[in-house]
């Protein structure tokens, strides 16, 4: 009886210290200006920000520049054409590839189209005619404009060309004769091939990620100033077990981070009709681990922090490097096993290839069940992680209130 009296004892004040520590955390993020900018400026503002830079998601009339050598019908032609898609505006004619480069080099132009002397000539004697681009590859986006500009114009004309020299009884072989094959296009999952909707997913992941470390890793640096022997853990008796010191911070910043989450991953994309066709309880039952492993990283890293200026000098770097090393990129099977390792360290990795096939693509928690298995195995691991940086915090603080103690009364002996 005593002994579950003593168990019911130990297990209530658990719980009291549990929250009181949870209590005091908040009172430290609240009272922390540059902790609060990591944990709510940052996250409600980055979206934002980020969508609204990328937004319109595709380019439009990129410039170009045309050197007619030939000077006929089907160069002319050719041009108007390119001219009436959306994606490309023909803004000069040249005399010569030297005056286009020069406009190149002014970046008055982005792309030159040149037609040889012989163009209309090939055409004409039924031999292959040449159309060449040479574009600005600083831009990808403009590249992709003025290639399939240039060649979806290529196509069509080099088709009615064919049927002009070839011709046919009826109009129905005509079409026949032009199109042979006809081919649809549909674009998955990025109907619009928008630049926000394949990169915003992984990034708006990697914030979540970022801000807990960097602003965990600041109260950190600030709890080893603050405190009389420059340790992670304060002189208090209610910071005397490890389970309710790691519990009663992680459940401060579970509490913070889970509307932030909400906001960040569901209601911006939503705002600016960014793809999503996933179930938003997988995405929420998924982000569950990834949210706890986060926060269980940053803390066993906060324990390494000295100073509040550590963590900034030590992980805002990191940031571009977790974000190629996701495969969002590049793809993760070209990876060099070194990379594909250091990538597995971080829960941004699967994080970032689970939430976008869940949310852009429509996949279920089961389709993404490996990148779902390795959170909950970053949560353990951090744990333990975790649990081990500050037991040995509060051993050393309790060691050190031991000697105090002793020394004080051998002063008063």
Request: aromatic content about 12%; overall charge positive; proline content about 5%.
């Amino acid at each position: 009886m005593e002994k579950e009296k003593k168990l019911s004892r130990i297990i209530g004040e658990g719980i009291r210290d549990l929250f009181y520590i949870w209590r005091e955390e908040f009172r430290a993020i609240f009272k922390d200006s540059g902790v609060m900018i990591f944990f709510f400026l940052v996250p409600l503002a980055y979206p934002l920000i980020y969508s609204l830079i990328y937004h319109p998601e595709t380019v439009h009339d990129v410039k170009i520049v045309v050197v007619d050598q030939s000077q006929s019908f089907y160069s002319r032609e050719f041009v108007r054409r390119v001219d009436a898609t959306p994606d490309v505006q023909v803004v000069r004619s040249c005399l010569s590839m030297d005056e286009a480069q020069t406009m190149l080099n002014k970046k008055e132009a982005y792309g030159i189209l040149l037609f040889p002397p012989e163009f209309s000539k090939n055409l004409h004697s039924g031999r292959q005619a040449t159309v060449s681009l040479y574009c600005d590859m600083s831009l990808l986006l403009y590249y992709k404009a003025m290639l399939l500009s240039a060649t979806e114009v290529s196509l069509e004309m080099g088709g009615e060309i064919h049927a002009q020299n070839r011709p046919k009884s009826t109009e129905q072989l005509k079409e026949i004769e032009i199109d042979p094959i006809p081919y649809e296009s549909t674009t998955l999952f990025n109907p619009s091939n928008g630049f926000a909707s394949f990169l915003l997913p992984a990034v708006l992941i990697l914030i979540i990620q970022q801000t807990l470390v960097l602003g965990i890793g600041m109260l950190g640096g600030t709890a080893r100033e603050r405190n009389k022997f420059h340790h992670l853990v304060p002189i208090d008796r209610h910071f005397k077990g490890t389970l309710r010191v790691v519990l009663g911070k992680s459940l401060a910043y579970v509490v913070i981070y889970v509307p932030v989450c909400i906001w960040t991953l569901i209601v911006v994309p939503k705002l600016f009709s960014f793809p999503s066709v996933g179930n938003p309880w997988d995405i929420l039952l998924f982000l569950l681990p990834y949210l706890f492993a986060c926060i269980l990283m940053a803390l066993t890293l906060s324990g390494f922090m000295r100073t509040r200026e550590s963590p900034m000098m030590i992980f805002v770097f990191m940031s571009v490097i977790l974000l190629f090393i996701s495969g969002i990129s590049w793809p993760t099977e070209a990876f060099p096993i070194y990379w594909k390792i250091l990538g597995d360290v971080f829960p941004s990795t699967p994080a970032i290839r689970g939430f976008v096939l869940i949310k852009s693509c429509g996949a279920s928690l089961h389709d993404v069940a490996r990148e779902y298995r390795l959170l909950w195995i970053h949560t353990g691991v951090y744990f333990i992680m975790a649990a081990l940086v500050y037991r040995r915090q509060i051993i050393r603080v309790r060691r050190k209130m031991i000697r105090q103690y002793k020394e004080a009364k051998l002063r008063r002996g």
